[in-house]
């Protein structure tokens, strides 16, 4: 994960004009995606072992990294027909007061689709960019290279409708415009016509004092913010008149899941208007039990795992740990706070606080990889909870962690389109006056075929369609390769 180089930079730092260098030789999001091993005599051995994992899909990407091509990459750039605009952070009334009067502070930069606003960095001591910070008034809980709230607006968005995105980066990286949220927001905006906003919220680690419990409740106070004021009218409104999609990915989805359960506790007069939870590749257990932190490391599989975790399998766990540490403040009996490592709900953690999420039927949505290090947890949280929860669960075959984020332009890449689409139309189907969901825990499959590279598949067969593995109630749980849905903390 991410180490060396600071990835903290605040999104009035980014849009301040801090240029990174190549992310190739930066550091890139977490691991060196692209500078996968490159080492010939391993190709044919990782495609073989793929396959023997039935991960064909997984099995071609990775031939692709190891022949020398760069056919994967991280996805930047603003998607066509959306605008980027910042609106200042929560903690400054009067700037939002000059925002919403139309006389926007300084840092009020707006972006138009196809410019590229990633590969933002800072210097270890995160000063970098400090005076565009202040001059947008950020001074607020975030300090002052943090603050504020990215807004992806799409041509003819719904002003009573947003998706609010916690971006991931294990707690202590990235913000709303870097790291590939730029691109991730944007999509999701221009697929669904609905604004995506994403805060720049408060980071741990690195010395920062910003913790766990304290973030998740500026990013309620941010969410209540923008449903009371109309960011793209102007105008005033009551918490009810707004829905609302929670979002994130990794971290992000954890403190995503964490607001809905907050919200549940302390402001229970936001929950009519939450309308649906979507988790992309979440991190929900802070204590990193489950066996495929190193059963799915990558070099744990002779390069078949997880390519985005790249290190020994015996220190892959011990990496998200300091993470989780750092997150929580050193205070282990965090670890299974439920609103903090939101796996420990499944555990019975709190029985009152599952039982107010179970009364308030919020349908979350939620994808992982078969080839993540974080799949063991997601699906075991899945199975515990699948009869009590309205859950929709996408498991896809050999894809690594936040793939929906990669983009590849020689190879086809059809689990990511698959995945955005599942995505869009969960949230279509639950802004619905009567939510249509798809319960279950469902696998999905590439077929791949041709192309010159050595497939046992089928010549010309077409790719598989979604498939359903399972259904709600009382259906007979299917039998999943590599995953037994347990836990050693069991």
């Keep these: 994960m991410g180490q060396g180089t600071s990835f903290g930079l605040g999104l009035t730092q980014a849009l301040g004009g801090q240029v990174a260098a190549d992310p190739a030789s930066s550091g890139g999001r977490f691991a060196p995606v692209l500078r996968a091993a490159r080492d010939g005599s391993d190709a044919g051995h990782a495609t073989r072992l793929a396959r023997w994992r039935a991960q064909p899909a997984h099995a071609r990407l990775f031939a692709s990294f190891v022949a020398g091509g760069e056919d994967a990459e991280l996805q930047t ?19 939002w007061s000059r925002w919403r009067d139309g006389q926007a502070p300084a840092a009020d930069d707006s972006l138009d689709a196809g410019e ?4 933002v960095t800072t210097d270890d001591d995160g000063d970098a960019g400090k005076g565009a910070a202040e ?9 002052p290279d943090r603050g504020g709230i990215a807004l992806y607006t799409p041509e003819e968005p719904r002003h009573d409708t947003y998706i609010y995105f916690v971006h991931g980066g294990a707690f202590e990286y990235y913000c709303p415009i870097s790291g590939g949220y730029d691109s991730l927001c944007s999509r ?4 669904t016509s609905i604004t995506v906003a994403c ?12 913790k766990g ?3 998740i409740a500026s990013l309620a106070a941010d969410l209540m913010r923008l449903m009371r004021l109309d960011p793209v009218s102007g105008r005033e409104r009551s918490l009810g008149s707004v829905s609302v999609v929670l979002a994130g990915d990794s971290s992000g989805a954890n403190q995503a899941l964490g607001l809905l359960l907050h919200l549940l506790q302390s402001h229970p007069e936001v929950m009519p208007s939450i309308r649906g939870v979507a988790l992309l590749s979440p991190w929900l257990d802070l204590t990193c039990g489950s066996h495929t932190y190193v059963s799915n490391s990558f070099s744990e599989q002779h390069h078949t795992g997880d390519i985005l975790f790249r290190e020994p399998a015996e220190q892959n766990r011990k990496t998200f740990l300091e993470y989780s540490n750092n997150y929580v403040g050193g205070d282990k009996s965090l670890l299974k706070d439920p609103i903090l490592s939101p796996y420990w709900l499944a555990r019975g953690v709190d029985a009152s606080l599952l039982a107010d999420l179970e009364r308030a039927e919020v349908p979350i949505w939620m994808c992982v990889g078969a080839a993540e290090a974080l799949s063991g947890e997601v699906l075991d949280f899945a199975q515990r909870l699948r009869n009590r929860l309205r859950l929709e669960v996408w498991q896809h075959e050999g894809m690594f962690h ?3 984020m990669y983009r590849s332009e020689n190879l086809p890449f059809p689990s990511k389109e698959a995945n955005l689409q599942n995505l869009v139309s969960f949230v279509r189907r639950v802004l619905l006056t009567v939510p249509e969901l798809n319960l279950g825990i469902h696998y999905y499959i590439d ?12 010549e010309g067969e077409e790719p598989e369609e979604e498939e359903e593995t399972e259904g709600e109630g009382d259906e007979e749980e299917e039998e999943e390769e590599g995953e037994e849905g347990s836990h050693p903390c069991a």
């Design 77 to 95: 750039g603003l998607a066509g027909g959306v605008r980027l605009r910042v609106l200042p952070t929560s903690a400054d009334a009067a700037s």
């Design 116 to 119: 590229e606003t990633d590969g």
């Design 135 to 143: 001059a947008a008034g950020s001074s607020g809980f975030s300090g």
């Design 188 to 191: 999701i905006a221009a697929a």
């Design 199 to 210: 805060p720049d919220h408060a980071l741990s680690g690195e010395g920062r004092s910003h």
């Design 213 to 215: 419990r304290d973030i």
């Design 402 to 404: 936040d793939w929906l």
């Design 447 to 458: 077929a791949w075929s041709g192309d010159g590279m050595d497939n046992d598949d089928e």
